[in-house]
């Protein structure tokens, strides 16, 4: 693949912002002289470079490249705790996304949101198969979906969105059958009141 010289020049430049070169230097553990040279465009970067710009400054290693324009990179949080996980599983159980049953010992999970149940199955097979691949995924694709909130369990059935939701392949796809579930949603809320149903309270 070849890099995209200009792109990459002017997108370091505003990851880098007003430190100087020889900050970035620092950080980067690089010369200053490097650092010029990959501002200027008369040095292109590694893969390893680019890949150390992102961890670095916390950037999207596609957004770099221009392949993306997702800029915010998305990170897993290592070292969950308990709470956190019960939080989680809670606002799941509380959007009807998670059913759970006791059964002796043992709880069983049963996903039911159509979108979590794809994005398990991708991550897991991604991240099983190749790990760069699945970083990747995580940062481009993931992504999109960090700042959308899950849909009641009760919309799926709504206005045909169940049929929408089973022809769905892509993220791209299923980006615009969360805009319509969303869409589905609010309008009900509005009809329902808000203090009404799952939405009140």
């Known amino acids: 693949m070849a890099l995209e010289v200009d792109i990459i020049k002017a997108r370091l430049r505003e990851v880098f912002g007003t430190d100087s070169q020889e900050t970035v230097g620092k950080k980067l553990n690089m010369t200053q002289g490097n650092v010029s040279k990959l501002l200027s465009g008369t040095q292109q970067p590694t893969l390893e470079t680019i890949y150390h710009v992102a961890d670095i400054y916390e950037v999207s290693v596609d957004w ?10 998305y990170k897993r949080i290592d070292g969950t705790t308990y709470a956190t996980a019960i939080q989680n599983l809670q606002g ?15 709880i069983i999970f049963k996903l039911t949101d ?23 995924w995580e940062e481009s694709k993931l992504a999109q979906f960090q700042d959308r909130e899950i849909i009641w369990e009760g919309t799926w059935s709504m206005k045909g969105l169940d049929f929408l939701a089973g022809e769905a392949i892509t993220e791209s796809n299923w980006l615009e059958v969360l805009d319509r579930a969303k ?9 329902m009141g808000k203090d009404i149903g799952p939405f009140g309270g």
């Open 92 to 106: 799941l159980i509380k959007r009807g996304a998670l059913k759970i049953e006791e059964q002796s010992n043992s």
């Open 183 to 191: 869409e589905i949603e609010d309008e009900y809320a509005d009809m």
């Open 114 to 136: 159509p979108l979590i149940k794809m994005l398990i199955k991708k991550s897991l097979t991604l991240s099983e198969t190749d790990k760069e691949l699945f970083s990747s």
């Open 64 to 73: 770099i490249l221009g392949i993306s324009d997702n800029k915010k990179i």
